[in-house]
């Protein structure tokens, strides 16, 4: 069974820039979870999709927003790039964690992105 | 407050030896549950290890080994027989409550290094 899968590894912008990271849940998955880890830091959270909704967001600014595709597939948008966004973003996926709170989350490789 | 603290940032334990990280944790929700996750150098994180509020004991999977202390609010990570594998970043982190929020609060995690 393939696991969550992230694309791309690597991403590199440029202050004020967009970036558009991807990420596959494991099959069967249908909550998607986004993690920012920076530098030397513990993962903050970010967003929860379940069902093609919204359902949490973390203490980021709205510069930071995504969408849950139909096949659970996800993507984490951020606007207007800044130094200070240079990290690693997970992407987790889990059961339903609206009705298995309790399931484990299954993190995905990452994606560095690297603000210059 | 910190909802997770881990307070060893770094860790070593000789290879074979038993090693013990701790994690205290703050919430007054009834119901919660804790995790530890392993981040080899690779960048992603593995879920090890989950202990529910309610659990009556403490859960094991494999080497791994939750001691739990709910009444000190502790949920420390027992590894047996470490081996050079082992060495990598250990994150504990907490979900409070069913339903709608389902996030993970992650510590800052400790960096443990098995040698020979």
């Known amino acids: 069974e393939a696991g969550v899968t992230q694309s791309p590894t690597h991403l590199i912008k440029t202050r004020g820039q967009q970036a558009t990271l991807r990420c596959s849940p494991i099959?069967?998955?249908?909550?998607v979870y986004w993690y920012q880890q920076a530098l030397g830091l513990g993962l903050q959270f970010l967003l929860w999709?379940?069902?093609?909704?919204?359902?949490n967001r973390g203490n980021f600014p709205p510069r930071f927003s995504g969408r849950q595709f139909p096949n659970y597939s996800s993507e984490l948008n951020v606007n207007a790039l800044e130094l200070e966004d240079s990290a690693l973003y997970l992407c987790?996926?889990?059961?339903?964690?609206?009705?298995?709170?309790?399931?484990?989350?299954?993190f995905g490789p990452g994606t560095r992105l690297t603000v210059l | 407050a910190q909802k997770i603290t881990q307070t060893q940032p770094g860790m070593f334990v000789q290879e074979k030896e038993a090693v013990t990280l701790d994690c205290t944790y703050d919430?007054?929700?009834?119901?919660?549950?804790l995790f530890w996750y392993k981040q080899p150098s690779s960048g992603e994180m593995i879920f090890l290890i989950y202990?529910?509020?309610?659990?009556?004991q403490n859960a094991t999977e494999g080497r791994y080994s939750l001691n739990f202390q709910k009444a000190r609010k502790s949920a420390n990570l027992v590894i047996s027989a470490s081996q050079l594998g082992d060495s990598a970043m250990y994150f504990c982190?907490?979900?409070?409550?069913?339903?709608?929020?389902?996030?993970?609060?992650f510590g800052t995690g400790t960096r443990l290094q098995v040698t020979l």
């Open positions: 099959s069967g998955h249908t909550s």
């Open positions: 987790a996926s889990s059961l339903s964690g609206g009705t298995g709170w309790s399931n484990e989350q299954f």
């Open positions: 202990q529910g509020s309610y659990d009556q």
């Open positions: 919430t007054s929700d009834p119901s919660y549950g």
């Open positions: 982190a907490m979900r409070e409550g069913p339903g709608t929020a389902s996030k993970l609060t």
């Open positions: 999709y379940d069902e093609g909704e919204e359902r």
